[in-house]
């Protein structure tokens, strides 16, 4: 048997908009079809204009309820009735169909028990839905379609992917399933349902063949008025449907329409938010990443003194294993380095006491052996390997060990960030004259544009400070 459709297009009201859809079809590529033009009691000439049309479209059959039913619910239904065709489209009065849109839906048909839907854009006068936007929409559509029809109707409750001007189906199946007139504007949903529970299943057309025009005084432009009633239809479908096992899913669908209308009645602003957020954060990322931001943010951390060519130097403390965020640090080799320059530049060197991370290989027998291959004798270097895991600590005992040897002066070397920590801390004890050592690693100013160093260690820095002012480590 040859397919043969009938395309029921309910109208009230369209006298703008009827040329556009009729012609619409008229254009498509599949011809083997009637349109069923169902007017419910237009006021603005619709009607008078469609019997104009009829006269020279032979394909047109136009019909009209006896009084407006204010719903598309009885058009449809009238349509339905009417129909001579074995397959039943829908189209709303002001939808565009693709040209193409009945000859790749009709080439789907075989099972009888499937409902042939696909994919469509949003227009208004003003403006088009995005690509992106339609992609996305998509993707949902997929994804329900798939739960819908593995798991079951309730998935509809969320979110309904059938597009009523895109459907597709048996006229038989329609005999005794028809859309509910007591229930307006989300008639269709009840519809699908219903037919879900028969056993029917989806086959959705990742393909764009709909394009549905939002007009401007619709219900659908009006959010608030559309809220209440999806509320209520949803409601009214839930109810009619007498079980409560997915109750989760309705009320998590009413949660979601709250939300999609929360964004819709607000996207301008949300959309301006966003365009001045997401700048303000690239602002942010760049003076964070890519300015001298943060070397003048660390700049008070740094803290050396000068140190004079003729100047006796006899007593160094070294705290390795600072200026590094992470536990596996390389800091060490700096430290190394600082000691040597120390030792190569001041002949009066008597001790030098290394602190350090407790590894694996302690950073302090690293430090030593590199000292003593360089020539430093090894009755110089004196190890420390009580590590108290604070810096305000491990001062403490460094104190306690120089005042047993009688020393009051030093001069301690650190990573340069840690510098100005360490030198607050020591101040507690001013019984001990400590100056600090310019660090080989001294942290330069970065240029615009540059990448930026040392932001982690110098917010932990900062915080670590605050932190030893509140316990009164620190005056």
């Not at 006269?55 to 136009?62: Q, S």
Request: aromatic share 14%.
């Amino acid at each position: 048997m040859k397919n043969f459709v009938s395309i029921i297009v309910p109208v009230f009201n369209s006298k703008k908009y009827i040329l556009q859809t009729l012609e619409s079809i008229e254009n498509q590529t599949f011809k083997n079809y009637e349109i069923i033009i169902v007017d419910d009691c237009s006021t603005d000439g619709s009607y008078e204009l469609i019997k104009k049309l009829k006269k020279k479209n032979k394909r047109i059959r136009l019909y009209k309820t006896k009084k407006n039913s204010g719903t598309v619910a009885e058009p449809r239904n009238l349509g339905i009735k009417k129909a001579r065709g074995n397959l039943v489209c829908f189209n709303d009065s002001d939808d565009i169909w693709k040209k193409d849109k009945l000859e790749i839906q009709v080439k789907k048909v075989k099972n009888k028990k499937t409902i042939i839907t696909t994919a469509a854009d949003y227009f208004s006068k003003k403006s088009r839905s995005s690509i992106i936007m339609n992609y996305f929409r998509r993707l949902i559509q997929i994804y329900i379609f798939k739960k819908i029809n593995t798991k079951g109707y309730h998935w509809m409750f969320l979110y309904n992917p059938i597009i009523v001007s895109s459907v597709l189906i048996f006229k038989k199946d329609l005999y005794k399933i028809t859309f509910d007139n007591d229930i307006n504007t989300r008639e269709d949903l009840d519809m699908w349902i219903r037919l879900k529970k028969k056993g029917y299943n989806f086959l959705f057309i990742n393909k764009i063949l709909v394009s549905i025009r939002r007009r401007d005084k619709s219900l659908s432009s009006n959010v608030d008025k559309e809220l209440i009633t999806i509320i209520k239809s949803l409601g009214n479908v839930y109810f009619k449907i007498n079980s409560f096992q997915k109750t989760n899913f309705f009320l998590i669908g009413i949660i979601i329409k709250f939300l999609t209308t929360f964004l819709r009645k607000n996207i301008k602003l949300i959309t301006s938010y966003f365009k001045y957020t997401s700048i303000t954060l690239v602002i942010l990322l760049f003076l964070i990443f890519y300015s001298p931001i943060f070397w003048y943010i660390g700049s008070p951390l740094l803290h050396k003194d000068k140190f004079y060519n003729d100047e006796k130097i006899e007593n160094v403390v070294v705290l390795s294993g600072h200026g590094s965020t992470s536990y596996y640090n390389i800091t060490y080799q700096y430290r190394y380095k600082d000691i040597k320059n120390i030792v190569d530049n001041y002949q009066s060197i008597e001790n030098i006491f290394i602190l350090g991370r407790l590894q694996e290989i302690p950073e302090q027998k690293i430090i030593e052996s590199l000292l003593i291959n360089d020539g430093v004798e090894p009755n110089k270097i004196n190890i420390i390997y009580d590590d108290y895991q604070s810096t305000a600590s491990n001062i403490k005992n460094i104190y306690k060990i120089i005042k047993e040897k009688n020393i009051n002066k030093l001069v301690f070397v650190t990573s340069p960030y840690h510098s100005k920590r360490s030198y607050l801390l020591l101040k507690q004890y001013s019984d001990v004259e400590a100056k600090f050592w310019k660090g080989y690693d001294w942290p330069q100013k970065n240029k615009f544009f540059e990448y930026s160093k040392n932001k982690k260690i110098i917010i932990y820095e900062h915080i670590s400070i605050i932190y030893n002012r509140l316990k009164k480590n620190i005056k």
